[in-house]
């Protein structure tokens, strides 16, 4: 018995000596991964510092003469010349460059710079035969390999490959098509030994990251290209990619270290936007048709829907309106598509109502606006989908409607991703930003470093003069943590509609915890405050599956422990009041589309523009309704109401009457819209806070005016 307990005894020591040094050893190895990833960004940083703009190189001269013949251009955009001369010299790249940017001509030029073959990898088959006709009618001897193809075009195009003497210079595959054609990779072999496969241009390379927004397991496939390929230089490109994302892609294609060439994600003509969506489909298409008819009369754009259902809806009712309307998405026939991609692109449709189907590859360049009638996924998503206005470089709109209980609809897609919740949750917090400039969310959500004040007022939080009403939610956080352990006592789950109408007194009495004093909260502020509650970890989402469909519960997020500190305590930042400093862009828009002399043909003569005119655009201060207001939406877009009241605003400034909201009664006017009839002892500490902070931005607007 000593003996075993002496062994015991050992073996206990053994064990504690084994676990000392496994955590010794994962707390290296995690060491490790972070040297090797600082080395690696500092090799992309070195990399980086190399002027990559010399037109003195070999190739220079002809590719001076390519760009201005075949393609017809005279110059290069920001990072095109950097890109091509590093792809040229044999540098692996990752070129990350906004929507509409020019990234095709980055691997475009080169191939027809350099001999042998350029493979291209695309996701979508509609995407090559876009570019395919492009470079066929700038006579650019260019191929596709998909499933589509006939066994004659395979044979030609392959043999072609393979023959010194043929012109093809741009083969266009479907990631698949590498990955499960074992035929395609033995003939890449013999061209890469001919010396004739030169370059390797993956498009959308973010999907290769499974931390990005759109993750394509085939593109994992890509891994291997750089092992098998060594000598062929990667060129990947993407207008979105976070710097996780970026790490990723390069471990994933084996280029760790490689060149990261990263445009700014700003697009100054783009006008960023989010307004209330209306509760009902018929209101919200009210909405629409006002948006599109009063402020886009006769103008091109894109409606962003969440379904193929919602698409037709929203396409029928616009067209029934007398909006020229026609919904896309990826049921519809090729034909179908076909047409209605022509149809808009010659101006007869006016609005595409689609999914998301629609877009990748879209190169129309006057689209004006692009609404999103449904919150999308990510600011990924939302960042390239209404990156397709405004590809002329002139103004345009991009325009959310945003409504709490369209963040469900989303979650219960998304939550099967492995950054599904985070991504959807990080679009929902841009949406519920009232005070802060659009940009700067986007732009560092990017990693990518802002300054506020180069918006320009381009963005509807900068271009009012909002303030917003600091609301403590700390109370009501505990209050529907109440709601939900008595639920839970119940063996009852709760949708977040049923949490809201316990928190309302309403729905089953047993769910009712006793006692339980009903909100004073409007039900849109009621879906506003969880929303922002589960964005920021208070609550969270469960799902669960039932036989037709997903369900997302609510239940206590991990911030429900501290939110019990005495000490802790919970603010939502409400919408109030805000003020329109400028109303110069709608007018630019405006003037632009009438081809009046006054417009500008690019941002930076908007921007000369706007600082001269702005002190007597000042002067037009005018009420803006809250963006979460649904009563007050159809007014926004209301451009005669807006002139009267316009008229009335400046009469008053005349008169020495502004318009400051000083007064108690109109703050809780203000208070009232925003929150509900709110007569519980929070919402004079609220009003109090509402007061301060609008009297500081009424002085500052009054000051500016001045
Ligand atoms: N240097 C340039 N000068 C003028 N126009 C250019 C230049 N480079 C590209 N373009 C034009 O810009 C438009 C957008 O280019 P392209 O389709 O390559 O953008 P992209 O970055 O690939 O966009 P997306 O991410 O939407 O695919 C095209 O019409 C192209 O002809």
Redesign the pocket.
Known sequence: KEQLAAVEKEIFKINQEVQWLLDKQKTLKEKRNQLKLQLEQEASAELANIDWKHTDHPWSRKLELT?HDV?K?????PL?LEAVNATLSGQDCILI??????????YQLPALVSPGITLIVTPLVS?MEDQLM?LRALKVSAAALNAGCSKEEVNKVQNAMKDKNSDLCLLYVTPEKLAKSKRFMSLLEKVYEMGRFTRLAI??VHCCSQWGHDFRPDYKFLGIMKRQFPKVPILG???TATAKVVSDVQKMLNIGGCLVLKASYNRPNLKYEVHAKASSQEKSIDQLENIITKRFFNQSGIIYCFSIKEAEEVASALSERGVKALSYHAQLDPKSRSYIHQSWASNETRVVVATVAF?????K?NVRFVIHHSLPKSLENYY?ES??AG?DDTPAYCILLFRAADVFRQSTMVFTERTGLENLYAMVAYCLEVEGCRRTTIAHHFGEEWDKSHCQHMCDNCEMDRAGARLELTHDCKMLYTIINHASEMKERLTANKLIDIWQRKGPSKLRPPHLKPTNHQRDNCELVLVFLLVEGYLKEEFHFNPFTTISYINKGPKAGICNNSDHSVYFCLPTRKRKACDFFDEVVHKAQKNETHSPSSCRDLKNEESSSKMSKLRQLKDNPDIFSDKNISKSSHVSKRKKKNTTNQKELKTGQTHQVNDASEKDKILKNSLGNSSSPDSSTLTERVSLVSHTSDRKVLKNTV
Request: aromatic residues 6%; proline residues 3%.
């Open positions: 760009m393609f251009l005279k110059t290069f955009r095109q460059m906004p929507t509409g940017g020019g990234k095709s001509l980055c995407l492009a498009d959308e490109l993407t207008a877009g990748m590859g879209i190169d360049a390239q990156g397709r590809r």
